[in-house]
């Protein structure tokens, strides 16, 4: 038999949710409480993108992770690739490793890669402050630099370098990002990589 607490979450209508969490809270019900597979209302909350229940839960004082709290909604809205977004939407829950490879477009790269191909450094930033791998490879051995090469994203570079990141890593190719960014014709990031400390030549 599941916990009345799981209700409000998976049948009760939306506009109700918010009344009955606030009840439950009223009659000291532990919001805290996982069902039987680990799942927190919190976290079954945020799966099924139901905001006003999430926020309910926070203001009561229930439990949220670092990633939780970092991955909100707006952070991730910011990401142009739904499929990456979703990924973040799964490791804001722990469903998925904030590492690990999706496959897009015949490539496996992880959430770090499409962030540093769309040059989003803010996101990047969080990421990194999460513990993404700077210098992730993906199935064709780039690195978050050399999409940021690819794609002419300066300041993703810098972040990047600031982050502790080697620029060096050359792809399954051989090509460094330097290589890359010449190879495109992005003069800027060419000069961003050489006061990063990568090697030009």
Known sequence: M???????????GIEKIDAIIRLL????????????EGATPIFLAAENGHNLVVRTLQELGMSVSPLFLALNDDLINQVVSQQTREALRQVRVGKKD?????????????????????????????LIQLGADVNREDSEGYTPASEAAENGHVEVIRALHQAGADLNIPNNDGLTPAYIAAQKGHVELMRALHQSGAHIE
């Open 25 to 36: 809270h009223e009659l000291r019900v532990d919001l805290n409480k996982p069902n039987n």
């Open 98 to 126: 904030i590492n690990a490879l999706l496959q897009i477009n015949r490539r496996r790269i992880a959430i770090i890669h499409q962030v540093a191909r769309e040059g989003n450094v803010q996101v990047l930033k969080v």
């Open 2 to 12: 599941g916990s009345i607490l799981m209700v409000p979450i998976s049948v009760a």
